[in-house]
């Protein structure tokens, strides 16, 4: 049998803490202090997490109160991330000089706490997992000062061990697991071999114990603050008429346009409302195929959107409302005329989606698609119009031609009308036979559709081409279950 | 004609009658209607009119060649249909050679002002300049909306197609290019009603 390795303790194999006398290089600066820290030996880590968490009994342990914190904190380290539901994550140490200290700069983030009427426990340590875990058990035991900081990574496994296991905020049946084998703090969890602790409570929790002590770096989401627009403009007397509105929204869209610009975004949504005196405000929502950040095109679409609008009364305030900023890519202006050689229409094609469906809805501008599928009632979807280049585009269509031969190749394809009928309409019958306006011609042989008795839409039809008296031809189709009725289902264009 | 003679006539500045040598056009499929059209084929700017018979009589399978080839230029822009009167059948589109990623679906919503929408519709596409090819369908067009619409046409460099019943054929028109469409035994026949500087007459086509 093997030798079972435990678990490496960071400080002890894989980093060991060099002595004094080993010390990998004398520091410039060692003669300029007066007398060498006893903490000399200690290791700085490389990064400082402050674990900020949130009580439950404070105001609103809300994303948008952690939201709220974390602008805040964004004033103390450019790094903060979120950490659902309760918690933030600082990294510190980079302003740590700036501040005065690790002391310093908890006061600092205490005070935006205490600012926003959060009840908070705040931890450092140098990882982040360690920082939250710090906090948790603070918590738990229900102390109310903060715990001291870890800021040594020599420190960091011994002031951990005597943690619970319940900090981590593994799944509860893993941490009933290992409590049956009599492991409830982190030490006890550290001391396990490795090999047998992923095998019996998974990789995901070992890797969760090598980020714990620094042994694996973990990588933290950072938080952006989400910047909106968003301006009101009370009117000097009510406004009926879509156009004056209009020239009233014309300064707020401009103002948005330079906000747009001075970021380099666009939005994909923007909402318009207008408030009245006694009913609740009336919204208008503008929703766009495309980031866009010019105000000319706003105020057209917006125009669209507003001339449909029905007020119920008159308005006498008015507010812009931007959705989340998109990053924009600005492109050049084509040399060739859209049509001309090489002239393509990669500007204009959003733009008239969003004017058309300004006007007509959003369900009234589609694009198509085929599905893989017999049934002729399920062989399409509508989808989304393609805005795309046309390299990509084209690669794609070699593709999905290579990958149906059946359809590019082979005959039948001439035998499916241009036109579908959205469901089968039944025709009258005379010995057997179907009419349309007189009776219908059948041309050709009949093709079979026999299929989709997995999902309780079973079709059994066989399928013909007609030509009617006024020479239309037609998709006709026979049910081969009696009463063996006929439907009109398509129309050859 | 010597050489200089048919560079000279080649001036803008000269316009000779029947003559559509400045005409871009689109190849039609079909060689025998591309010799009857001016320039040889589609018009690739302004509002022609296609006046079938009936419903299903072969006027769209008239357009899907152009269509095809269209759509699978690598520069492709659009092809609108605005307000058709069924359900494209997607299948039969890509099986007859049309990149579906270039098909826009324009449907004005059921209600009232239906077909003031699609004219609409109709107008924008056309003159957006982000589609090759426009078809729509109106069930009545008044002669200056249709020469709204061929000017919006020319201005986005599209190719609008607009189709009206046959019986639209008695009123005047300013487009550009009127066809009939009627059904033959084993076809389609193809009369042209009005073709600037190009060919008049019935021409017989594809047998199906």
């Known amino acids: 049998m093997r030798h079972r390795r435990a678990l490496e303790l960071p400080f002890q194999e894989s980093h060991p803490t060099p002595s004094p006398a080993q010390a990998p290089s004398p520091r410039r600066d060692d003669a300029l202090r007066p007398a060498p820290a006893p903490e000399a030996a200690a290791r700085a880590p490389a990064e400082l997490w402050l674990a900020v968490r949130l009580a439950a009994s404070s105001s609103q342990p809300s994303r948008e109160a952690l939201e709220r914190l974390g602008a805040l904190a964004q004033r103390v380290t450019p790094r903060v991330s979120l950490d659902p539901p309760d918690g933030l994550l600082l990294e510190v140490q980079g302003s740590l000089h700036l501040f005065g200290g690790v002391e310093a700069v908890r006061r600092e983030v205490a005070g935006d706490c205490s600012r926003l009427r959060l009840l908070c426990t705040l931890a450092v340590a140098p990882t982040p997992l360690a920082a939250s875990a710090l906090a948790r058990a603070a918590r738990m035991t229900g102390a109310s000062a903060s715990p001291p900081p870890i800021t040594d990574l020599a420190q960091l496994v011994g002031r951990l061990s005597p943690l619970p296991l319940a900090t981590l905020r593994w799944p509860q049946d893993t941490l009933e697991r290992l409590a049956r084998i009599g492991v409830r703090t982190i030490g006890e969890a550290l001391r396990l071999p490795r090999a047998g602790f992923a095998r019996r409570f998974g990789t995901a929790q070992l890797q969760a114990l090598d980020r714990l002590v620094g042994r694996a770096s973990d990588l933290q989401h950072l938080f952006q603050v989400r910047a909106r627009f968003r301006r009101r403009r009370e009117l000097l007397h009510e406004l009926e008429s879509q156009a004056a509105l209009l020239a009233v929204l014309e300064p707020l869209l401009q103002e948005l346009g330079e906000f747009l610009q001075a970021r380099q975004c666009g939005v994909l949504a923007l909402e318009c409302r207008l408030w009245h005196r006694l009913v609740p405000p009336t919204r208008c929502v503008l929703r766009l195929a495309a980031p866009l950040a010019d105000p000319a095109q706003l105020a057209a679409l917006l125009a669209e959107r507003l001339s449909a609008l029905v007020l119920p009364e008159a308005v006498r305030a008015c507010e812009l409302r931007s959705g989340p900023l998109v990053p924009r890519v600005l492109d050049s202006g084509g040399l060739w005329q859209p049509g001309e050689l090489g002239g393509g229409a990669a500007a204009q094609a959003p733009q008239l989606i969003e004017r058309l469906r300004a006007r007509l809805g959003a369900q009234a501008v589609q694009g198509l698609r085929v599905v893989d599928e017999h049934r002729p009632e399920a062989a399409w979807q509508v989808r989304e119009p393609v805005i795309g280049s046309p390299s990509g585009r084209s690669a794609s269509g070699r593709h999905q031609f290579a990958s149906r031969p059946a359809v590019a190749d082979s005959g039948p394809d001439d035998r499916r009308p241009v036109w579908l009928l959205s469901r089968p309409r039944l025709l009258e019958a005379r010995d057997g036979l179907p009419r349309r306006r007189g009776p219908l011609r059948l041309l050709g042989e009949a093709e079979r559709i026999e299929t989709g008795w997995w999902d309780g839409a079973e079709i059994a039809r066989d399928y013909y081409t007609a030509q009617d008296a006024r020479g239309a031809r037609l998709w006709v189709f026979r049910e081969r279950e009696p009463p063996h009725r006929w439907f009109l289902h398509g129309v050859f264009g | ?208």
């Open chain 2, 1 to 208: 004609m010597s050489r200089d003679l048919s560079g000279l006539l080649q001036h803008p500045a000269i316009w000779r009658g029947r003559s559509a040598a400045q005409l871009r056009t689109l190849p039609t499929g079909f060689p025998a209607l591309d010799e009857g059209l001016p320039g040889g084929g589609w018009p690739q700017a302004g509002l022609i009119e296609v006046l079938p018979s009936g419903f299903g009589v072969g006027e769209l399978s008239l357009l899907l060649p152009a269509l095809a080839t269209t759509t699978r230029r690598p520069e492709a822009r659009w092809c609108a249909w605005v307000a058709p009167p069924l359900q494209p059948f997607a299948p039969a589109l890509e099986a007859r050679g049309v990149a579906l990623e270039r098909i826009l679906m324009v449907r004005p919503p059921r209600q009232d002002e239906r077909e003031k929408s699609a004219l609409w519709a109709f107008e924008q596409t056309l003159r957006s300049g982000a589609c090759d090819i426009v078809l729509g369908w109106l069930r009545s067009a008044l002669p200056r909306q249709i020469r709204r619409l061929h000017l919006a046409a020319e201005r986005g460099a599209t190719l609008g197609v607009l189709f009206r019943p046959r019986q639209a054929a008695r009123d005047s028109s300013p487009a550009a290019l009127r066809i009939a469409v009627e059904p033959t035994v084993g076809g389609a026949r193809v009369t042209l009603l009005k073709s600037r500087g190009g060919a008049r007459g019935a021409i017989e086509l594809f047998s199906r």
